[in-house]
Nanobody
């Protein structure tokens, strides 16, 4: 069964760091670009970051630039999102997804999400 499973979310204080992981049981993972998106309560899903299949290229939303880092380990079928200096406005459910682009429509396979809550 093809699936993406996120982990690593939790409740942290403003200024803290978290590393999210996404384990993929996708046969073509090493050929697939991957991304992270998030959705806060009452809001549309929002692009966070994405990475090319090789890891040679990565792209970030403006709010993520300089604070978040996307990476991948194709040998482990895993993509990561390192989040530093977290802010209360980063509170959301974070999803990993297969695709490349800054719109939810650019992604065709999604995980179930992991909750990140940042307390002020």
């Amino acid at each position: 069964q093809v699936q993406l499973v996120e982990s690593g979310g939790g409740l942290v204080q403003a200024g803290d760091s978290l590393r999210l992981s996404c384990a993929a049981s996708v046969r073509t993972f090493s050929d697939d670009p991957m991304g992270w998106l998030r959705q806060a309560p009452g809001k549309e899903s929002e692009f966070v970051a994405c990475i090319t299949w090789s890891g040679g290229g990565s792209y970030y939303a403006d709010f993520a630039e300089g604070r978040f880092t996307i990476s991948r380990d194709n040998a482990k079928n895993t993509v990561y999102l390192q989040m530093n200096n977290l802010k209360p406005e980063d509170t959301a459910v974070y999803y990993c997804a297969r695709g490349l682009g800054n719109s939810a429509q650019d992604y065709d396979l999604w995980g179930q999400g992991t909750q990140v809550t940042v307390a002020s």
